[in-house]
């Protein structure tokens, strides 16, 4: 366990605008930046990240937190697995040990980490030895057996599903696992004789298999796991957790439709690649897209299904405001063929000179036109136009215009008065919804507002209130007044760590920095919201006595009761003056 000065010290060595700046772009605006939150499925700027306070909040969805929590939500990792990131970044040597993430589904994890086991030490075995000269004879090395994990599975019905038993697993969980089926209550290996290539989810673990025939066999090529309670395809996408480090730092994604493409990518020196799973490309694989760089190329398949691949593709990016780049293989090659073929440089070249936009617009529609037919030129001009019309980069649109001017010959002023006079569309930065509030849960916001900022306010708390009459406030003004008793200070960004895994208090601290307020205290004002909740907590006491006395009848009960609600009224009458 890492004390609390480390973390500490760790966090403040980091400055959490420059963190979040290498996964999102953010825009200066006034005091704070701004970008689009990672956490849903955002359109415009709605993430708040504050330098002074070294915390980020989305207007939106609620997401709130310091450097180790935005880690620990965008990489899907834990908290010490991103304190152990930070800390990395900010040159501190700490030792988390082997941090296990406790899942709901440990069972399944545990059951394809040992199943990896088994595959990988089959390879390397006698029996092994015909899958590893088809893998050579593909171009793949002991070395890229070894990073990705490649096994085997043998030609035995059920060798793995004796392991697992032997390993204490019912009968319900190996099913469960989907590597495991059920012929007239005989249970048997699903994968038999296939080259095995693991998939794994967004942090590295193995959830599912991709197993390939190698030896002539006639059966379906490819076997590819069923959907479990840990493989969700469309949830997913091959390489990621490989790939986002090396998509970081060179702010580009290359998105490939198969495993196999990515792998041979790889062997050419292209290592910021991912895949998709054999599904169609959905919101939530573009948004995971997203999270590595906004620099999108796309490199399918170049036949039919992979232009087709390509074009659901760009309409999912472009809902997030990403215009991607485009690669497409001659032949019907897929990228693994054209390595292959040409070798990996002429690959690089392909990729790093990519078609924008509108060149491949251009390239489908010059296929369905006869451009030497007058009607038919001027039926492709003028869908050209309404493309470049769609066009929101200035440039790429002047640029397209002049180059359909070129290519056509006809007068650029011409084409130019074709396009509507669009008046190009200011993002908003979404700011936080001002919602009317009784003076009492305002001053509830109000005094946490400055408990947050301030020990002479967290002492007038102390002193002169016992109970917050809302739930998740009362609770975190209890932990910010536990933290400064603990540590003799207050500051918001090391107050998230402490919270750590209290989701409902980190957010509501989100939504109170959030308020737009004084930055100084006014110390006649904290009087006043303490003497607005303490007014609350007696006039909820107050109805209290008053129910209770409709409903006794004992005479000296009564007169108690009455004699309480009589001192309340008292005392808030005295407040009055």
Known sequence: MIDNNTLNEIRNNLDIVDVISSYLTLTSKGKNYFGVCPFHDDHSPSMSVSKEKQIYTCF???????????????ENISFLEAVKKCADMASISVNIGQAKKVNKHQDLYDIYELSQKFYQNNIQTEKGKKAKEYLKSRKLDENIIKEFGIGLSLNERDMLTKLLKSKKYDDKTLIRSGLINENNYVLNDVYRNRIMFPLYDLSGKVIGYNGRIYNGETENKYINSKETDIFKKRELLYNYHRAKDEARKKKQIILMEGPMDVIRAYTAGVRNCVATLGTAFGKEQAMLVRKLSDNVILCFDG?????????SAIEELSKLGITPKI????????????IIKNGGDAFINRINNPMNIMEFKESLLKKEYNLDKKEELANYINTMIKEIDNIEDDILKEVSINKLSEETNVDVNLLKSKLTKKEKVKIEIKQPKKLKLDKYIKSEQYLIYYMLTSKEVIKMYQKKITHMPTDTYRHLAFQIDYFYKTNGYIDVADLITYLKDDTE????VGEITSLDLPLEVNYDEIDDYLNNIREYNERQQSNIYKKQLKN????????ELANKALEIRRRREEYDR
């Open 60 to 74: 939106s969805c609620g997401a709130t937190g310091n450097v180790f929590k935005f880690i620990q939500d965008y």
């Open 303 to 311: 036949d039919d299904a992979g232009l087709k691949a390509t074009k």
């Open 327 to 338: 690669v497409r293989l001659e032949n019907n090659s897929d990228p693994d063929e054209y």
């Open 505 to 508: 208090s980190i957010k509501a």
């Open 552 to 559: 006794e009848m004992d005479y000296k009960k009564k007169l």
